[in-house]
């Protein structure tokens, strides 16, 4: 057995020199590496960039943005999954609203990211906040290492960075428009991402995924149960104007499943009580009256996420019904 | 901690005792450390085992796994033999106890040998800066750092959805998951290997190398030649060459062989795939004994794959949780069954030129062979301050496994 360690050749004082630069050369690239990262502050961390936005990495980035970006820009926000990450605030005339919402997002996440946006100290008065069972549902719910205050640190410099880098050039010089196209994220953080999922056959998703869905689906898992809790008792200490609403499902899923669908939004309400003040509204979209938008297969790209057409609308209906509050 | 000072004083006491002859004592000091590797890493196993006797019903102990156990259990077995064949003996307990638990290789080795490791303790030259040890020091360790960080760790990504989810696995992810498997293990146990050799040479001590690109190799013999070398030589030393070696006959031969490596299969985890691994280890060597005895030859590429192909496989039963676990896994790589719809074990292509430099580095210099070519030049140089900002950067990353070898 040969133990190749045992006849390194000595080099005498060179070696010396070379320590002696070699110490001060690392400090002196990681130096510049992390100041380099400072100055771009491509999450408008630091407070150096006023036009911050996604360019991928969605949950590292919207974490990010969420210290000091979203809470000293914006007036208002979007929370949920990726049903409400497609809703594009602009029609709001009078509000200027980032979306937050994450794809695959699930209470926890979205409880986490509204907590480091409110105690940023920001401009944030409204919220606008989107249940579908899929939120409150343990089954397959992911506990993101992104989601942490520990997540600060990486914007100095880390692989999650490059990529965002990395990610930003792609689409900046629209290298692959077919995966990632170059405007996907608006600077409200709105995800326009119907081009990449909308499905050809709109209809025979849905009819499919009248066949998949479970009675396990619509139960409330302890974990989104407590989040959602604290979601509330947050947006209501921090005084937060809430419109709470429950994203339409499309007609044929919501016929199938009218009873379980309307159990659910019983038990959130139930759940939601304490918090029930003047700031905040609940609306069910799962109604019989709503029928004209979740009848209208035009109004969605697949089993539940909204086309352009839809969204417009149910802005629209988001703004109406909460006027009523103001 | 309590443990590792338990196990110093007592084995430094016994070995007092132990002499040319003297068999007794050192059976005694040899039963007491297996007794206690056995009780915090065997004894759930054997209860499990114990179970299967009707209408016994033993409650597991769930004992956590001290840091390091079988690396310095057996390193101090061999100072304990060492000392019956009457090599010279450490004086002070502090020696011995550096020897011990010198930092660098306490928790995953290498495994050193007194003879080795005392001496440079002594070194009138140990307290001195060398700045040769420094810049080759520094150098493998950022080498090694960079290969479980960077690419292990990278590996690992696929290797963990894959072995979570076989289920939903088809043949080709399957085969996916048990070659990342494979890289991942090696890059994760050479590199931290490599980082404890770098952290020694910072210390001006010289740690026996532990691999030399193993996945070369040309035959299961060489495979285990370069792998885990100073577990080998111990294996050699104090397991193969004590039951006869190859000196007792054919047969002999192969059942010591055999008994090698199953031991060598217990050490590494308690459990029958570990025992079941070590096994087809040692058959394999039998195998290749009797190949070479009829004069048998294969060419370079085919016995390159075949040697790797065969570890990867024995991999499974390394990997897996569990027989069935490895058994399912095994039928999904030898059959053609498709993948579960929506699952995806690679969802995103960000490592690609990570897997890319991993399966590069199998076949260039490894980390101790760079060490020994280090030159003071500015290749070299912008070469280490690069390796560093690369670990730096990944070890602010949310991309991190543990050392697997910690495990064992």
């Not at chain 1, 208002?76 to 994450?102: C, K, T, V």
């Not at chain 2, 570890?311 to 069954?337: E, Y």
């Not at chain 2, 960000?350 to 030159?375: S, T």
């Amino acid at each position: 057995m040969t133990f190749c360690i045992s006849i390194f050749k000595p080099m005498g004082n060179h070696f010396k020199k070379y320590f002696l630069i070699l110490l001060p050369a690392c400090l002196g690239v990681l130096s510049v590496f992390v100041f380099a990262n400072i100055f771009l502050d491509i999450f408008g961390l630091f407070g150096f960039r006023e036009n911050a936005r996604v360019y991928g990495e969605e949950r590292f980035s919207k974490y990010l943005m969420s210290f000091y970006y979203v809470p000293q820009h914006f007036e208002g926000m979007i929370l949920g999954p990726s049903l409400s990450a497609n809703l594009d605030p602009e029609p709001f005339p009078d509000e200027n609203y980032f979306n937050a919402s994450i794809m695959g997002a699930r209470m926890n996440n979205i409880f986490s990211l509204a907590t480091n946006i409110l105690e940023n100290n920001g401009k944030i008065t409204k919220a606008i906040v989107c249940i579908h069972p899929y939120v409150t549902n343990d089954q397959g719910a992911e506990y993101t290492d992104f989601m942490q205050p520990d997540t600060y640190w990486k914007a100095f410099g880390s692989v999650n960075l490059l990529r965002v880098y990395g990610l930003g050039l792609i689409r900046g010089f629209d290298l692959w428009p077919k995966k990632y196209p170059k405007g996907q994220y608006k600077p409200n953080g709105s995800n326009q991402f119907e081009s990449l999922f909308r499905v050809e056959d709109v209809p025979g998703r849905i009819a499919e995924e009248v066949t998949k869905v479970k009675a396990s689906d619509f139960d409330i898992g302890a974990n989104q149960r407590l989040a959602f809790k604290k979601l509330l008792a947050l947006l209501q200490q921090k005084e937060i104007q809430t419109f709470v609403y429950f994203h339409p499902v499309p007609l044929p899923i919501y016929q199938a499943y009218q009873d379980q669908l309307h159990e659910f939004w019983k038990d959130i309400l139930t759940g939601a009580e304490p918090s029930k003040d003047d700031l905040f509204s609940f609306h069910n979209f799962n109604t019989s009256d709503f029928s004209f938008f979740s009848g209208d297969e035009s109004n969605y790209i697949d089993h539940g996420h909204l086309s352009k057409k839809g969204q417009k609308i149910l802005m629209e209906e988001i703004h109406n019904q909460w006027d009523p509050m103001e | 901690m309590f443990l590792i000072f338990f196990s110093i004083g007592f084995n430094y006491l016994i070995s007092k005792r132990i002499f040319p002859g003297q068999k007794k004592t050192l059976i005694i000091g040899i039963s007491i450390n297996l007794l206690l590797l056995i009780f915090f890493k065997y004894a759930d196993f054997i209860i499990y085992n114990l179970n299967f006797i009707p209408d016994l019903s033993l409650g597991y102990l769930n004992l956590i796994l001290p840091l390091g156990i079988s690396f310095y259990t057996f390193q101090q077995i061999a100072y304990l033999v060492d000392s019956y064949k009457g090599t010279k003996k450490e004086k002070s307990i502090f020696s011995y106890g550096l020897f011990v638990s010198f930092f660098p290789q306490l928790i995953a080795g290498p495994i050193v040998h007194h003879s080795e490791m005392m001496g440079q303790f002594r070194d009138s030259n140990l307290t001195k800066v060398n700045f040769d040890n420094l810049a080759r020091g520094f150098f493998i360790f950022m080498m090694g750092l960079a290969k479980k960080i960077v690419i292990a760790d990278s590996f690992a990504v696929i290797a963990n959805k894959g072995y979570a989810n076989i289920t939903s696995l088809g043949s080709a992810e399957a085969w996916a998951t048990s070659l990342a498997y494979s890289l991942q293990l090696y890059f994760d146990f050479s590199g931290y290997s490599a980082m404890a050799i770098g952290l020694g040479l910072l210390f001006n001590i010289r740690l026996p190398q532990n691999f030399n690109s193993p996945y070369k190799s040309l035959s299961i013999k060489e495979f285990w030649r370069n792998w885990h070398m100073t577990l080998s030589r111990f294996l050699r030393d104090y397991v193969y060459i004590p039951l006869g070696g190859n000196k007792k006959g054919n047969f002999r031969t192969s059942v010591n062989l055999m008994v090698t490596f199953l031991l060598g299969g217990i050490w590494h985890g308690a459990g029958w795939t570990f025992v079941f691994w070590g096994f087809l280890h040692g058959f394999a060597l039998v195998v290749h004994r009797y190949w070479i005895k009829l004069g048998m030859n294969m060419s370079k590429i085919p016995a390159l794959l075949l040697t790797f192909f065969f570890v990867n496989i024995t991999w499974v039963f390394f990997r897996a949780d569990s027989w069935n676990t490895s058994i399912q896994m095994l039928h999904r790589m030898f059959n053609s069954v498709p993948k579960m719809d929506n699952f995806y074990l690679v969802s995103n292509f960000y490592d690609l030129p990570v897997w890319i430099a991993g399966v590069i580095l199998l076949f260039v210099p490894n980390a101790i062979e760079m060490g020994r070519r280090l030159q003071p030049t500015f290749f070299y140089l912008m070469l280490n301050v690069l390796l560093f900002l690369l670990n730096v950067i990944y070890l602010n990353s949310i991309v991190k496994n543990d050392f697997l070898y910690f495990d064992f």
